[in-house]
């Protein structure tokens, strides 16, 4: 099943995009619903780089949902006179979750940038679930994201 969430943020695509790419982020737009954990490597970098990151994950805080693959790849990227737009890719999976291939797309706007938050979910007889689930936290993440930027990129 598939979730596509968009929202407008009014920053710069290229600081969107430079903000992505640290792990620092994922913790804070996921936080306080999702808590992520470094398992392998056992501690976080500050910046996401091509390869694979096995994360524990935790609900509120504190009700564990086991672990999950986080597979970065940037899948691709131009800064020309039409705009500029990146596409990353967490090809990512877990023990419940066969697929959870999520893409993020930031590109030129009037007044700022789109983020795009697009994910196929296969969970089998669960995908209902993982995908409302789902639906949830981007919204989330989105809102926090927002919040972040008028926050002027404080994180607090």
Wanted: glycine share 6%; with cysteine; charged share 25%.
């Amino acid at each position: 099943m598939l979730i596509e969430r968009s929202c407008l943020l009014p920053c710069s695509p290229q600081r969107c995009f430079a903000e992505v790419q640290t792990t620092q982020l994922l913790r804070y737009v996921a936080n306080p619903l999702i808590g992520f954990f470094a398992i392998d490597p056992p501690t976080f970098p500050d910046r996401w780089s091509e390869g694979k990151y096995k994360v524990g994950l935790r609900m509120l805080g504190c009700i564990p949902l086991g672990s999950q693959v986080i597979d970065i790849s940037q899948a691709e990227f131009s800064d020309d006179e039409t705009g500029f737009r990146v596409q990353l890719r967490d090809n990512g999976h877990s023990a419940l979750v066969a697929r959870w291939d999520h893409r993020i797309t930031i590109e030129s706007a009037p007044l700022g940038c789109r983020y795009t938050d697009k994910v196929d979910i296969r969970a089998g007889i669960f995908t209902p679930l993982v995908w409302a689930f789902a639906w949830v936290l981007f919204g989330h993440r989105q809102r926090r994201w927002q919040r972040l930027v008028r926050q002027d990129f404080e994180y607090r």
